[in-house]
């Protein structure tokens, strides 16, 4: 457990922070780059101890994701994986507690809750977050905990989460948010007042599609006490190696960022005009876009075999383009229509992703598969 060290006077911008934190102190002949620590304990004498506790390269990860999501008293903790995050958040649920979450959200975390609830280990309501009435009424019924997701992931529903967060607080519930699919430079959830964000650093975070890793921050002490002991006992530790990735991958994500988020405003506004393509979900921020093509499942299915520069692939928020028919998981409910593709979109050239996703959507409708 890290918290943000101190700033100077004038606060540094996000893409000045990205770049220069959790570096070493500099200090003649001082690396510039952080430690990778790769031991399992730590000589006695010290607070740390055990290095299931604490990594000084987790700790650079987490003082530089802090300093994005929150200020000096914002605490970052980094885990396993995304799931492992959200593992911890939930475990922030007393046994029994009662749950609100948004009509779509990660099929992960929507599975975990789904069987804690058939369990009987938790109870879940789902609801439209942007909808005050329905809202209230699952609120007055008792709330420990609501789940946000804006935009949800893969339908890219959105809900004000300042205003759900006002009422889930009057009703005594505790916000969470997983901020996986806006990262910090899109928006930051504890400014409203959300209690713990919960990331997938797997996506913008890390970037480049090659580690699996996940956060959870916050700006309460006791939570965060909760969490760290969540992650210390629970021993579901991310790697020194993947957290290193992970802050390397962070140092551009500025760049990432902006450039994703053009692209996907560019080819939004054409998939709109086109004749392919029913229904167009893009909330108007992020890089994500979601498609209903005017094709069944099976003009989904040739899009993915057509692509040549986008990559048929689950996951998101790397440099490389992805796309995927939602429903082809398991686990996607039967509200994801059958038809829709859920595009990443990457740093390529917007032209080449054009040429290549107008090509596909054609060639797919004029001769769907089999
Ligand atoms: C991928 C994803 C997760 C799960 O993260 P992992 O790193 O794969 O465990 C959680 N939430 C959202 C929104 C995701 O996209």
């Known amino acids: ?21 959790g570096r070493p102190a500099r200090a003649p002949g001082a690396s510039v780059s952080p430690e990778l620590a790769l031991t399992s304990t730590y000589v006695a004498g010290a ?30 903790l980094a885990f396993a994986s995304g799931m492992g995050a959200i593992s911890a958040a939930l475990s922030l649920l007393p046994h029994g507690g009662r749950v609100i979450a948004p009509r779509h959200f990660y099929n992960g975390t929507s599975a975990v809750l789904d069987t804690w609830h058939e369990a009987g280990r938790a109870h879940l309501t789902r609801v439209d977050l942007a909808d005050d009435g329905a809202l209230d009424a699952a609120l007055a019924a008792g709330c420990d905990l609501v789940w946000v ?32 699919f806006n990262t910090p430079l899109g928006r930051r959830p504890l400014d409203d007042g959300v209690d713990v964000v919960v990331h997938s650093v797997t996506k913008y975070l890390a970037g480049h599609s090659d580690v699996l890793l996940g956060a959870a921050v916050t700006n309460d002490a ?69 498609l209903e093509l005017r094709g069944d499942a099976d003009a989904a299915r040739a899009v993915e075999q057509l692509v040549e520069v986008w990559l048929p692939a689950t996951s998101l928020g790397g440099v490389e383009s992805m796309l995927e028919r939602r429903r082809r998981h398991a686990l996607e409910p039967a509200s994801v229509p059958e038809n829709l593709l859920r595009l990443s979109v990457g740093v390529e050239d917007v032209e080449d992703l054009w040429a290549d996703l107008d090509d596909a959507l054609r060639r797919a409708h004029a001769a769907p598969a089999d």
Do not use: K
């Open 222 to 290: 006791d939570l965060a006490a909760r969490l760290l002991t969540a992650r210390t006992l629970g021993g579901a530790i991310p790697g020194p190696q993947e957290t290193w990735l992970a802050l390397r991958g962070m140092r551009t994500l500025h760049l990432r960022w902006e450039r994703a988020c053009a692209n996907a405003a560019t080819l939004a506004a054409r998939l709109r005009e086109h004749d392919d393509v029913a229904r167009v979900r893009h909330p108007g921020t992020g890089a994500m876009i979601a």
């Open 1 to 21: 457990m890290v918290a943000h060290a101190d700033r100077p006077a004038r606060p540094l911008a996000a893409a000045t922070r990205l770049v220069g934190g």
């Open 149 to 180: 997701e804006s935009p949800s992931n893969p339908m890219l529903e959105t809900c004000d989460v300042a205003a759900v967060t006002r009422r889930a607080h009057a009703a005594g519930a505790l916000v969470v948010e997983d901020n996986t």
């Open 47 to 76: 607070d740390l101890n055990y290095a299931r506790v604490g990594n000084p390269t987790w700790s650079a990860f987490e003082t530089t994701l802090a300093s994005l999501e929150g200020d000096a008293s914002t605490t970052a």
